[in-house]
């Protein structure tokens, strides 16, 4: 188990190594199986991992990867939680009919009783979107840590159409502030994901 854990390690740390550094990347391969027979694989693996992470910043292609983990482990996975979240929560309001939000409408004025008659109309609909919107983030969050652009421009796409339907249904219901934290953090990562794709795929300029 520690000799197939250690070589998954040791590949992991030669992933983060630029291209031009690639057959160091092999030495430490072809040295894990000479110390594995002593018995000291994963030390050495970890080592190999530690190394190469220290040296991410260093190059391009490091600084890159370290851009798209931050940006999915930053915003777009927590956008994701998010939207699941509430996805959940509609779907409890929709088997139970229990609502923190809409108790709170019923109990205030007519306008807010209008608004309460909406919100639980509008629910079914509102709770699909923000689950769509929840499944598309995640797989986003793969494609973009795997550095698979084709997929992830594909998937950014089609969250953004899924936000935007979903902003637009839930304008009547949500607060000013809800609906600016939305359009912010959406415009964010519609922002940040081509130009994180450009950024990755550019040719590295001869030195």
């Known amino acids: 188990m520690s000799g197939v854990l250690a070589e998954r390690i040791v590949a992991l740390a030669v992933r983060c190594l630029p291209p031009q550094e690639r057959s160091w990347g092999q030495a430490m391969q072809a040295e ?10 994963l030390p050495f693996a970890l080592g190999c991992l530690m190394t190469a992470w220290r040296r991410l ?31 959940l929560r509609g779907a409890y309001f929709l088997i139970a009919g229990r609502d923190p939000y809409y108790t709170v409408l019923t109990m205030g004025s007519a306008a807010q009783q209008a608004r309460a008659a909406l919100y639980r109309d509008m629910t079914p609909a509102v ?3 923000l689950l769509l919107l929840g499944l598309a983030h995640m797989l986003l969050a793969w494609a973009v840590v795997q550095r698979r652009w084709g997929r992830a421009a594909m998937l950014w796409l089609v969250a953004g159409v899924i ?17 600016v934290v939305q359009w912010l953090a959406l415009g964010i990562e519609m922002l940040a994901i081509p130009i994180l794709a450009r950024w990755r795929i550019a040719p590295t300029p001869c030195p």
Do not use: K
């Open 32 to 41: 894990l199986e000479e110390v594995a027979a002593d018995g000291q694989a």
């Open 57 to 87: 910043p260093l190059h391009r292609e490091g600084r890159a990867l370290l851009a798209s983990h931050a940006l999915t482990i930053g915003l777009i996975l927590p956008f994701a939680a998010f939207h699941v979240q509430c996805g």
């Open 127 to 129: 709770t699909v979107l």
């Open 163 to 179: 936000a935007a339907a979903t902003v637009i249904v839930i304008a009547p219901i949500a607060t000013p502030t809800g609906i």
